[in-house]
């Protein structure tokens, strides 16, 4: 990477506003917003390494703002509790960190405020975040990058959207040994400086960003998680140490819960996927268990990237292959012998106990085993009078409820569950036509759901004991 060259040569970074670096300017600053972390943070690094070499502090400014995509209380809870490790793991760094709020939260603003010579951001596949950065690059009169920073492998060497796991896999893995290195985590050569009279919010623990915002409550935040980089280190060491080498076992059992539970920290940049991915690949344990994790999190998740980087119509139907629309229309008119409105699906009430179990997890927790996700999203297919109609449906609930919703996995998810992407045509049946279909009794043979059941029940009911509200 060249900076005064006003060049790169990492495909992690996309020169949004091209340009020779200010030379009047007085610091580098990075723009922060997916990636919420201090550590192996690929945009913050190129920050850094643009600030050591133009001889610039570095400084990061953080504005959440009331109107991002679908959040709520609960989602505003879990960011918060992450601010506090974001300024303590910057002082190491010795780079500074600026938090505002709305309606204190243009960069634009703040820029004018501190005259920095280069603007670095994050990039961030979702339309609307993509749009904020094109409106940026329009309005800035200083170079501004963004970087790929929550991938192994940069989303632009992909070039297309991927049709499945098995066009993706050969790509990736043929990267891998370029892209899942350790990285640098450099510390600025200069100290940030605050100029005298700047406005910002102390970032203490308990602070509450959401104060005096028209926000919805309605959704409260949940005791099962507590967010921030650090809690995701002690979750990332609890996985390698005590969950790893069992994984291949255990992680279609929600009962036994074999899984990382990493994925909300993923969702808000907590902890970086670099970081996960070199824990495990150097974690004592076969070959072949490391290999079915880094699939998960590196090919598939990628995947769901990709999707929706690549894909514009993600949040609706449209998203699906040409196959799974022909199939789900000839069957448009069979009979739903079983319906729920959408109020009926969101508290929980239907007549498949497992399926109820599953949502009440994400009404709880905020989070749901990943195993019964897709079970979760099939049956609001079968349950619905559209297939439109159960698409828009499970993204809602999704977006509504879980920490690690408003996510290109999530997304894929439900696409892959409802119009069959990234799947295959399957044996034709009612209602779903083509589309895989999943049952209670086929789902319930492969772990214990009578447990898993169990388990949320007596978590309502003690919760409900202890006074805590459910949604």
Partial sequence: MTILGQSTSDPRVTIRRAGVPAAGGDCVVYWMQRSQRALDNPALD??????????????????????????????????????????????????????????????????????????VGDENPMAEPEEWRKLVAQKLTIPFWTVDSDVIVPSRLLEKQQYAAYTIRPRIKSRLAQFLVPLPNQVAEHKWESPAGLHFIEPSVGIDITEGWRIDRSVEAVRAWHGGTHAAMRLLQEFVEHKLLRYPVQRNHPEVDGTSRLSPY????????????????????????????????????ELAINF????????????????????????????????????????????????????????????????????????????????????????????????????????????????????????????????????????????????????????????????????
Avoid at 269 to 287: C, D, K, Q, S, W
Avoid at 342 to 359: F, I
Avoid at 434 to 445: C, E, G, L, P, T
Avoid at 452 to 468: C, K, S, V
């Fill in 46 to 119: 190129v920050a850094v390494r643009a600030g050591n070499e133009l001889g610039k502090p570095v400084v990061v400014f953080f504005a959440p703002v009331p109107f991002y995509p679908h959040a709520n209380l609960r989602h505003y809870t879990f960011l918060s509790q992450g601010i506090p490790d974001i300024a303590e793991d910057l002082r190491a760094r010795n780079v500074g960190f600026v938090l505002r709020k709305y309606p204190d939260h243009r960069l634009l603003k703040f820029c004018e405020e501190v005259n920095p010579c280069l603007v």
């Fill in 266 to 301: 993923l969702h808000f940049g907590h902890i970086g996927p670099h970081t996960v991915a070199l824990a495990v690949r150097n974690a004592n344990v076969p070959e072949k268990t490391r290999e079915a994790f880094l699939e998960e999190l590196i090919v598939r998740r």
């Fill in 308 to 471: 929706v980087r690549f894909n514009p119509d993600y949040e609706s139907i449209a998203a699906g292959p040409s196959w799974a629309h022909a199939t789900l229309a000839e069957h448009a008119g069979d009979p739903r012998p079983v319906q729920y409105s959408e109020a009926q699906l969101e508290r929980g009430e239907t007549h498949d106990p497992l399926w109820n179990a599953a949502h009440k997890q994400i009404l709880l927790t905020g989070w749901m085993h990943n195993y019964l996700r897709m079970y979760w999203a099939k049956k609001i297919l079968e349950w619905s009078p559209s297939p439109a109609a159960a698409y828009q449906i499970a993204v809602r609930l999704n977006d509504k409820y879980e920490l690690d919703g408003r996510d290109p996995n999530s997304y894929e998810g439900i696409a892959w569950a409802i119009v069959g992407k990234s799947d295959r045509a399957w044996f034709d049946r009612p209602i779903f036509g083509k589309v895989r279909y999943m049952s209670f009794a086929s789902y319930s043979k492969k772990f214990n759901s009578k447990e898993f059941i169990r388990q949320i029940d007596a978590l309502e009911n003690g919760l409900a004991r202890t006074g805590h509200e459910t949604p």
